[in-house]
């Protein structure tokens, strides 16, 4: 008896767990739809984009989006929390549908995922203290800078080449911060969003933005090949930007700024 009925279990416990824990694996707005369930990859480290509330929960600019995008699809929305790196494995790993997460359009990131047209952007830049003397790149050498690894102002440093330059990469952007108000980095590379500058360090440091390090614009990751998905979005986005809705937006979470003018591709 047990012999007899012991494989169709198995296969019945093996079917029911791929169903519990199958990966977010949809490919078109249809498929979505017919599941039932939005699966989005955010950040919560990267205020006033996304964070935590006092009740826990994530808020800000890219979860707002994300809720309109679950909205108008009629479904419900679930968040898979992962840090910079982690964005592109989560999605080749169909662990989410998309990300939404300050994911910056680049040339390279494009070789392995496709993105929709930005519905944001901002500045990296280099904050520093107002003590110290920095107002160009050619002003770093020797200074320790940290960086959130893989983030915008990461590959802009990079790139800059900078003789004498130390990069401390970290995980997020909370780390990033702490390194320097605990004094282990100088300056670092984050946002303009502001909230960094009006901290302080343990010795009563000031901090301000120095000089810009590249701007960028972002956009909706989604699987190559995800072109219907990635079709819609671009609608979306289309219909976001021109009913005001995603001014509204803007104005809510970047301190009453109206949304930035956004290219197309």
């Known amino acids: ?119 944001g952007g901002q500045s990296a830049v280099l904050v520093a203290p107002k003590s110290l003397a920095v107002k160009a790149p050619a002003d770093l050498k020797g200074l320790k800078v940290g960086v959130t690894r893989g983030a915008l102002e990461d590959g802009a440093l990079t790139q800059m080449n900078i003789e004498g330059l130390t990069i401390l990469r970290f995980d997020d952007y909370p780390s990033t911060m702490q390194a320097m108000l605990s004094g282990q980095v100088d300056a670092v590379g984050g946002g303009d969003y502001g909230e960094i500058y009006m901290r302080k360090s343990a010795k009563g440091d000031d901090f301000e933005a120095k000089f810009p390090l590249r701007a960028a614009h972002f956009g909706i990751g989604t699987r190559k090949g995800a072109t219907e998905l990635n079709q819609w979005l671009n609608t979306f986005i289309y219909e976001i930007k021109n009913n005001g809705e995603l001014d509204g937006i803007s104005r809510k979470w970047r301190q009453g700024a109206p949304l930035i003018p956004l290219p197309v591709f």
Do not use: C, H
């Open 1 to 119: 008896m047990l012999k007899r009925f012991a494989v169709p279990l198995l296969a019945a416990f093996a079917a029911l767990s791929f169903g519990l824990f199958a990966p977010a694996k949809a490919q078109t707005p249809d498929e979505i739809i017919k599941r039932g369930k939005l699966v989005v990859a955010i950040d919560t480290t990267t205020p006033p984009y996304a964070s935590l509330d006092s009740n826990n929960q994530p808020v800000g600019y890219d979860i707002d989006v994300a809720n309109l995008i679950a909205k108008r699809m009629k479904v419900q929305l679930e968040f898979v929390t992962v840090n910079s790196p982690g964005r592109i494995p989560a999605l080749l790993s169909n662990r989410v549908d998309m990300v939404i997460s300050i994911f910056s359009i680049t040339a390279e990131r494009a070789l392995q995922v496709q993105f929709s047209i930005p519905y």
